[in-house]
């Protein structure tokens, strides 16, 4: 795992690389590939984790009762999507997200992530308050 291309994320702002790789064994993570064209997140279904994009990129599509496709917004590398969802527990998701080209993503179980650990690491913190003005950025976007 590339440590370093993390620390120069919104989401690991301000957190040393060391800290990074403790922060990491503490959340936990699952690492995938996709391929241009493979869905990462399907309109629908339920969520329990986000995403980071560490390569790539992905679009976010809606497509309306009569079947036309929008695609809202596109995430590029060091960029995070689904978190909204993944914190609102048991909503389904209303777009799909889908790889532009060969992507890597990292997911994080949202409950985990929110769950302070009990070493109660300053990095850890450090993670949360990024996740929330992240998230905050987005609503402000919106409007």
Known sequence: ???????????????????????????GFEQRRFAKGETVFRAGKIV?????????????????????T?????????????ESYAFAENEALMVDVTATEQSEVLFFNAKRVMTVCSRACSCHNRLIRNLFFIVAQ????LS
């Open 48 to 68: 329990q984790s986000f995403a980071l994009i560490l390569s790539g990129s992905v679009i976010i599509e809606n497509t309306d009762f009569w079947g036309n």
């Open 1 to 27: 795992m590339n440590f370093l291309l993390l620390a120069n994320t919104e989401l690991f702002s301000g957190i040393e690389v060391d800290e990074i790789k403790k922060a990491i064994e503490c959340l």
């Open 138 to 141: 987005k609503n402000l976007h």
């Open 70 to 82: 929008s695609v809202l917004d596109k995430i590029g590398a060091g960029q995070t999507c689904a």
